[in-house]
């Protein structure tokens, strides 16, 4: 049971990790449109054509 | 007749265009077509064509000379148009008109990201609301704004402006609270449902202490963070004297944090960073869901800035300079070419012109303005020749800007609801209070070493969870729900009074009228054939955006006719086919006038009169159905500044038994406040510029989005659909709303009620705290949540293009 010492400053280590990742995206522009991705899976990608 | 292979319209005779795609032979009806689908073969996206659901839109006949787009390429410009994203590359955003469907967006994508220093193309389908990413080195904004015009779409590119930018920069803001809260919660409640258990089976003091202390890490700059917005508003109703909701809910959450840290400091067990953490994360959320609901509502604003045109044509050194309409400056003098849109605001240097402000003060004749008058920025030259005018008003002072922020400031104000709220919030707080210290009291005397937390626990049990998020929930779900139907509340006290209206007001032109003229009626003379005429009367009228013009050539373009020669006041004249027509005024065209006979244009050629068409405002779809369905709980009146032979005999195809015609904007007013006085509660619909007192005046006031700016920002809501049966809908609505927020609040004061006992008497432990808080605020979230149901059913068909979108997706 001790290493729960150990594990529990990871948890909030890993807390911080996933807040910098969090603030970065936001900061990138990730959530700007959160419509369209829904609708964009149901639109067809045709196969490239040559040339 | 075959029907063009690109847009879908009619091929008029005599026209023999075609391309060949895929190996079959294609005919189109026009020039822009064929230009459209020509570049779509050549670059490899003819596979377009076999997945779009609804012909493409018709493009617009381009104007000939210089791209428009050619002032993109300006510095000035150039610089207002993109934004630096970060690692040398820039973004352009822009509304896009033309998307009709699904495949659309794929078409847009490809075509723009085979253009070369094109990164990303994204186009939202539903909004048409598009950004690419570039490298400015090799590409800009004019190559990009032209790809996208060749594929035969509408690019509005949004100028930025400091509002656009700021209110991202809330949302943002938002967002990240919204995330710490949620990660930190769910932290915190892991390590506070360890300490739960704690208190039934044996738990270690030291684990215990050592999870209290994580706890107390993690949840102090959580609260601190995401807890900030809460904390300032109460501060700021403190310091004004007003008891709000945030005040209870910034003691309960603050009493919460303060009482956990003291007691980690003491050594004692309970603590309920799990509540605090839990209760902002909720309170974010519910923020975020109703920011988002209205940006929705309040997208639709952006798009009236661009009324003003991005291009101008300046007088310098006696030629003519094509500038951005950023770089104008006052006394500039600026040509405005037939079909243009005034730049800015100012006085007509031109002897006469003649302007559409159909936009701008909902009228659908075209307003003829002489020498020295002033111009709106925004309005349309309907004349046939350019007119003149110098620059006077521009930027923040011009008439478009100052009535769009009078919009923008009114759509940011609190909504009423939450009024309703703040004035229980008072009286919860001042009971809330009296309670604490009459147990503080209390137990100081039979028990003083608990007097401290059982206050502490009575404070942080009563925090109004429910309270606070049951208005602005339910409003959030409404205000979105209703935007979609097309109804834009500018306050949710127009929602709490639509149900007790008891009479409707409405106006004639533009409310229950289209506003756009139509013939209605072709009288031929002679042996003269309506085809013909019909014919004869689009091609001289062929490209002007005046709306007899307009009326008069449909929505076909026709090619015009040779030798027009325009007389202001009097009408055109022009040859087809050979032969030297007139249109225009009974006296023009030397046919007897009939003043009685209300807005008509005669055609005649040299030798007779020929026709007469008869010109008038069409009804909107479906009035007579959603004034029927009105009266069913109210009394109706149509009031209109209009001659009675016109408003008769609109009353009587509505089936209107009361109204009133020749109304002064005064006559209007004056009628309103009688039936005030009399004791009714009003609703005023309407949508011109002298609508704007009634609309400040009524009860409720509601204003289309084609209207008058100045009308849109005194009324409470705005329409941007067109059938009125959505609006004969809203009170039934309202009348959801109401009961939802009713049930909420009753739910909110029994939780309450069942909490405190439990609280004061020392029995409530931290578990039950948590369980007790976030059981009530979910079950007020879900209530409101039942409104989208109870919101939902629309009797109105989605316009063509957004149902196809739809079908599309859904397949």
């Not at chain 2, 045109?309 to 007088?315: E, H, K, Q, W």
């Not at chain 2, 009024?419 to 147990?439: E, K, P, S, Y």
């Not at chain 2, 005194?714 to 609505?733: I, K, M, N, Q, Y």
Request: charged share 20%.
């Amino acid at each position: 049971m001790t290493i729960l010492f150990a594990l529990v400053p990871l948890a909030m280590a890993l807390l911080v990790v996933a807040i910098v990742a969090f603030f970065w995206a936001v900061r990138e522009g990730q959530f700007e449109d959160l419509d369209t991705p829904a609708v964009r899976i149901l639109l067809d990608d045709p196969e490239a054509r040559d040339g | 007749m075959t029907s063009c292979f690109h847009c879908g319209e009619a091929i008029p005779s005599g026209v023999d265009l075609a391309l060949t795609v895929e190996g079959h032979r294609r005919p189109v009806c026009c020039p822009g077509c064929l230009a459209v689908a020509e570049l779509i073969e050549r670059q490899g996206l003819a596979r377009f064509y076999d997945f779009r659901s609804v012909p493409s839109a018709r493009p617009k006949n381009a104007t000939g000379e210089a791209s428009p787009w050619a002032v993109c390429d300006r510095p000035e410009v150039a610089r207002r148009l993109a934004t630096d994203v970060g690692n040398d590359r820039q973004e352009v955003r822009c509304q896009v008109d033309g998307v009709t469907c699904a495949a659309c967006v794929w078409l847009l994508e490809r075509g723009v990201r085979a253009i070369d220093g094109v990164e990303d193309v994204s186009v939202n389908p539903v909004s048409g609301e598009t950004a690419v990413r570039f490298v400015p080195g090799k590409t800009g904004v004019r190559a990009i704004l032209e790809a996208i015009a060749s594929f035969g779409f509408e690019p509005r590119p949004a100028l930025l402006g400091r509002r656009a930018r700021g209110q991202s920069e809330a949302a943002r803001d938002e967002l990240k609270r919204l995330a710490v809260a949620g990660l930190g919660s769910a932290h915190v409640m892991t390590l506070a449902a360890a300490l739960y258990v704690g208190d039934f089976t044996r738990l270690d003091a030291t684990y215990a202490s050592f999870f209290v202390l994580a706890s107390m890490l993690i949840a102090t700059p959580v609260v601190l963070y995401s807890g900030a917005p809460i904390f300032r508003s109460a501060w700021r109703d403190l310091r004004r004297g007003r008891l709000g909701m945030d005040v209870p809910v910034a003691l309960a959450i603050g009493a919460a944090l303060v009482a956990s840290l003291v007691n980690t400091f003491r050594g004692v067990e309970p603590v309920y960073y799990d509540s605090a953490t839990m209760f902002v994360f909720f309170l974010a959320l519910g923020r975020f869901f109703e920011s988002r609901a209205r940006h929705r509502a309040g997208g639709l604003f952006d798009a009236l800035a661009d009324l003003r045109p991005l291009g101008a044509s300046r007088v310098r050194d006696g030629a003519l300079e094509r500038v951005g309409t950023i770089e104008l400056a006052v006394g500039d003098r600026v040509v405005v070419a037939p079909g243009e849109a005034v730049p800015a605001d100012g006085t007509l240097l031109s002897t006469h012109a003649t302007f559409d402000e159909a936009l701008l003060s909902g009228e659908s004749a075209g307003r003829r303005r002489a020498r020295g008058e002033t111009v709106l920025g925004g309005s349309l030259n309907a004349g046939h020749a350019p007119a003149e005018v110098e620059v006077t008003r521009l930027g923040a002072d011009s008439y478009l800007e100052r009535v769009g922020g009078l919009l923008h400031r009114a759509l940011a104000d609190r909504p009423g609801f939450l009024r309703l709220a703040d004035r229980w919030a008072g009286v919860f707080t001042a009971a809330v209070l009296v309670l604490a210290a009459a147990a503080g009291a209390f137990w100081l005397v039979v028990a003083p070493e608990r007097a401290f937390e059982i206050v502490l626990a009575l404070l942080v049990v009563t925090c109004p969870c429910a309270l606070s998020l049951a208005a602005p929930t339910a409003f959030a779900v409404a205000l979105g729900r209703l935007a979609r139907h097309g109804l834009l509340l500018r306050s949710a006290r127009a929602l709490e009074r639509v149900g007790d209206v008891t009479t409707w007001l409405f106006d004639k032109t533009g409310t229950l009228t289209e506003g756009r003229m139509v013939v209605a009626n072709l009288q031929t003379f002679a042996d003269a054939k309506p085809a013909e005429c019909s014919a004869v009367a689009a091609a001289l009228e062929s490209g002007v955006e005046h709306p007899v013009a307009r009326a008069l050539c449909g929505e076909r373009a026709v090619a015009p006719a040779a030798g027009v020669e325009y007389r202001p006041g009097f009408g055109v004249s022009g040859l087809v086919g050979g032969r030297r027509y007139r249109l225009g005024s009974a006296r023009y065209v030397g046919a007897a006038s009939e003043p009685a006979r209300g807005q008509c244009v005669y055609l005649a050629d040299e030798r007779a009169v020929l026709a007469r068409f008869d010109l008038a405002d069409t009804l909107r779809p479906h009035a007579k159905e959603a004034l029927a369905k009105l009266a069913e709980g109210a009394r109706l009146v149509l009031v209109s500044g209009d001659e009675a032979r016109a408003v008769t005999s609109v009353a009587r195809s509505l089936g209107l038994a009361e109204f009133h015609a020749a109304q002064t904007p005064d006559d209007k007013l004056e009628l309103l406040r009688e039936r005030q006085r009399a004791g009714a509660v009003v609703a005023a619909v309407g949508d011109g510029i002298n609508d704007a007192p009634l609309l400040a005046q009524a009860d409720v006031s509601v204003a289309f989005v084609a209207g008058s700016q100045l009308a849109r920002a005194s009324a409470d809501v705005v329409f941007t659909g067109t059938d009125l049966r959505v609006l004969a809908r809203l009170p039934e609505w309202a009348g959801a709303v109401r009961r939802i927020v009713r049930q909420n609040l009753a739910w909110a004061a029994g939780y309450n009620l069942a909490a405190v006992p439990l609280a004061a008497t020392g029995v409530l432990t931290p578990w039950m705290a948590a369980i007790g808080m976030s059981v009530s605020s979910l079950l007020v979230v879900a209530n409101a949540l039942r409104l989208n149901r109870a919101l939902a059913s629309a009797p109105t068909p989605l316009p063509a293009s957004r149902a196809a979108l739809l079908e599309s997706a859904a397949t």
